[in-house]
């Protein structure tokens, strides 16, 4: 059984071991750190923040995609279709997971749909899983313009995003070594996950 402990803002940073050996972060294979979660978790924000932190390259897969692809992420659904983007999504991650080099990569919040994704996140880095409520999910969206780049949000209502949420976390906590409830500000969860994960990748 994998375990994926909580911890959270103001809380005492622990992490258990999903295979018990004490192997989770092992050099040769899972060197990165991703971070998930939904829409408005912070993935972008606190993933900048945790690469100063923790010295490592920072990846946001969203801005790569967007330049690559020379087009918006509203641009590219609507020239491909969901379908498009997740095939860009899925490709990169692939390239990142081969990478050599460390890295922070912050993730658009529907990788973790494909089985081949949750996958890689898992064997190739050690998954944090940015947890906040939805009810504060649909406040921070709606009052920063999150509809600027998230064709999806721009689509759902409140219900359907809140369906599409309830769907989601579950494939979030399946492939997630860590729970943060990332309620505090961004500077405390890169510093309170930089100790955590300094801590994995030591042992
Ligand atoms: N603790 C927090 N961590 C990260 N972002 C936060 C936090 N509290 C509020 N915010 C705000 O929430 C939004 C998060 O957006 P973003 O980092 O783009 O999320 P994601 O990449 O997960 O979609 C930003 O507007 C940020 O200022
Ligand atoms: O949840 C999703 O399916 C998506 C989340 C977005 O990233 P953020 O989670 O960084 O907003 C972006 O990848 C795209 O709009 C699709
Ligand atoms: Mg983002």
């Known amino acids: 059984m ?14 258990s ?8 972060a092992d050099a040769r294979g899972r060197r990165h750190v991703y971070l998930v979660g939904f829409m408005g978790a912070g993935k972008s924000t606190v993933g900048r923040l945790l690469a100063r932190e923790l010295g490592r390259r920072w990846v946001d897969m969203d ?16 020239a491909e279709g969901e379908e498009g983007f997740r095939r860009r999504e899925a490709e990169l991650l692939a390239r990142l997971a081969e990478e050599e080099t460390p890295l922070v990569v912050s993730t658009g919040g529907g990788v973790v749909l494909r089985p081949e994704n949750r996958e890689r996140l898992r064997a190739s880095g050690i998954v944090v ?19 600027s780049d998230r ?46 994960l300094k801590g994995f990748f030591c042992r």
Do not use: C, M
Request: hydrophobic share 35%; glycine share 6%.
């Open 17 to 24: 071991d999903r295979q018990g050996d004490g192997n989770r």
């Open 151 to 196: 064709p999806l949000f721009s689509l759902d209502d409140e219900a359907s995003l809140r369906e599409r949420f309830r769907t989601r976390e579950a494939l979030y906590r399946e492939v997630a070594d860590l729970v943060y409830a990332n309620l505090d500000t961004p500077e405390r969860a890169a510093a309170d996950l930089a100790r955590t």
């Open 129 to 147: 899983y940015l947890e906040v409520p939805f009810s504060n999910l649909w406040k921070r969206l709606s009052e920063s313009g999150g509809h």
């Open 2 to 15: 994998r375990d994926a402990s909580p911890v959270g803002s103001g809380g005492d940073a622990r992490a």
């Open 63 to 78: 801005t790569e995609i967007v330049r690559e692809a020379r087009r918006s992420i509203a641009a590219i659904f609507a």
